[in-house]
């Protein structure tokens, strides 16, 4: 680790890894990723329960309702986690997105309703989103919520690709208050509790054998002013506020990106197979992977970033493509062991889960269009 560090960052390091070496890791944990399966709740849930006793969960929210940890506390964590091939919480969703929107948002009553069971573990969210026919073209989303006239909304539409919905507890639900207002302005939020009449859950399932995201039905499902996040009218606001988190918070998987290249180093060097070819494109890959990381802990410094913000795009870009050429480089030093052998299992399984990358939180060429537009000032 090349950070430097104070003496309270130094401290944190150590104790991080102390308890790192003596804790007992729960039967079945692996690293998922930022979405659990089905069958990684138990052991994700057993693990998010070690780190709250030790005082590692809700790193990133602020005091009082999680640890406050600063930028370098927090990439140590990351790194540290990465290291061993531990996932850094149960859920991405639940813990980096629907958490920090209800600490932002939120009234008192429903950060006191929802944040301790997200913090422990104990309750799961999702992010409901993209639709049909509204994934690049959010605002463009047509899931209705009509006034009931007494205080209360009926939500009808569909969602798509929602990771995690078949076990959340609650969603973070974009839906249309008013139709006669503006794209952005008539989108309202709400914390959707997904056992309410009228929700119906279909997983998909991906290329990967995995089945992590799903459909959502909503058939005139309740929602009343207690489930607003925000204000009525201001879901655009919270919208951004998630895409911005969600887009930075992509960024932490070029820490896993590192240590997944000193392994395929490791594995080409056993193998005989580092030769010059390979030396030259792995360390044009470490490179990359060091500076996204960089770029990473500039954005954990400075919170004012936007979805908009150009750099939550290079972030987002780059990482995705990297996760593809680092899983590429992979399935070329285990060759055939790749698609057969045990020892592909794990980058099998990371290559083929890696296409979603450069479509999950706003396509590459959503992207490119940003950065083109607003650093380079391309016409539009
Ligand atoms: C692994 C994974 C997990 C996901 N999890 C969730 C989740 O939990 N919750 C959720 O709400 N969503 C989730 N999504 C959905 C994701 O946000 C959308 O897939 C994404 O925003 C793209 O939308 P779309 O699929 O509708 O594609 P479209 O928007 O229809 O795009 C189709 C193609 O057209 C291109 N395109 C579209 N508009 C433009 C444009 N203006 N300029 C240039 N090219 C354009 C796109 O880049 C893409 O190549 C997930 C997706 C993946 C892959």
């Known amino acids: 680790m090349d950070l430097s560090l ?12 102390d308890w790192l070496a003596v804790v007992e890791i729960p039967e079945g944990l692996r690293d998922y990723g930022s979405t659990p399966t089905a069958d990684d709740i138990d052991a994700g849930r057993a693990w998010q329960q070690l780190l709250v006793e030790a005082g590692w969960a809700a790193l990133s929210w602020p005091a009082p309702h999680g640890v406050g940890a600063t930028p370098s506390e927090q990439a140590l ?73 007494s205080g209360s909304w009926r939500v009808t539409g569909q969602k798509v690709w929602t990771s995690g919905a078949h076990y959340s507890h609650h969603g973070l639900l974009l839906a249309r208050t008013d139709r006669a207002a503006g794209r952005h302005r008539g989108i309202t939020c709400f914390a959707l509790p997904m056992d309410r009449p009228g929700v119906t859950v279909r997983p998909i399932q991906q290329m990967d054998g995995e089945s992590k995201f799903n459909e959502v039905f909503l058939d005139e499902v309740e929602v009343g002013e207690a489930d607003v996040l925000g204000e009525v009218g201001g879901g655009w606001q919270v919208a951004l506020s998630v895409l911005g988190r969600e887009r930075r918070m992509l960024g932490a998987v070029a820490i896993g990106l590192g240590a997944g290249l000193t392994e395929i180093r490791e594995v080409a060097e056993e193998r005989g197979s580092a030769d010059g070819v390979f030396r030259a494109r792995w360390a044009d890959l470490w490179g990359r992977v060091q500076m996204l990381r960089w770029t990473w802990f500039r954005l954990l410094s400075d919170d004012r970033g936007s979805a908009t913000d150009p ?10 493509q990297l996760q593809q050429q680092v899983a590429a480089l992979a399935t070329d030093v285990l060759g055939p062991a790749f698609v057969t052998g ?16 450069t479509i999950a939180g706003g396509t590459s060429e959503i992207q490119r269009s940003i950065l083109g537009e607003r650093v380079l000032h391309l016409p539009r």
Not at 6 to 17: Q, V
Not at 90 to 102: D, T
Not at 106 to 128: F, K, M, N, T, V
Not at 343 to 354: C, K, Q, V
């Open 6 to 17: 104070t003496a309270d960052e130094e401290h944190f390091r150590k104790r991080l890894e």
């Open 77 to 149: 964590f990351a790194e540290a986690l990465a290291r061993r091939g531990l996932p850094r919480q149960l859920s991405f969703v639940s813990m980096e997105l629907a958490g920090p929107i209800i600490i932002a948002f939120g009234s008192p009553s429903q950060q006191a309703a929802h944040l301790e069971p997200i913090r422990r573990g104990a309750a799961l969210w999702c992010q409901l989103f993209s639709e049909p026919g509204a994934g690049s073209d959010l605002a463009g989303l047509s899931t209705r919520a009509d006034a009931t006239g």
């Open 311 to 320: 750099r939550m795009s290079v972030l987002k870009l780059t990482s995705s």
């Open 342 to 357: 045990r020892d592909g299992e794990a980058w099998r399984h990371r290559f083929l889960a890696s296409h979603g990358a």
